[in-house]
């Protein structure tokens, strides 16, 4: 009896809207390091669109702090490409 291959759907997910971003951020508690290390996470997920396991796997030789002449970067590696 042969097996009935499966359809599988690659749906975009809608974006969010401004308002539900400010929403976000908004919910952890900045008062405690966790909240601000929380915020900072969601904000780089938000500026980057980078995935949830790529923002996991950032260590800290991934981070170059910022200079009065160079912002801060970060970089992720998602799919076997290199993201700067």
């Avoid at 508690?29 to 900072?40: L, M």
């Avoid at 992720?76 to 290199?82: A, M």
Wanted: glycine residues 4%.
């Amino acid at each position: 009896m042969p097996l009935k291959q499966q359809t599988i759907t690659n749906r975009l997910r809608s974006p969010l809207y401004p308002i539900q971003i400010q929403l976000l951020l908004k919910l952890p508690d900045t008062s405690k390091a966790i909240g601000q290390r929380n915020v900072a996470m969601l904000a780089t997920l938000y500026a980057t669109g980078a995935r949830a396991q790529e923002l996991c796997d950032i260590t800290l030789k991934d981070i170059t702090l910022a200079t009065p002449s160079f912002p801060t970067k970060v970089r992720l590696t998602g799919k076997g490409t290199n993201l700067e």
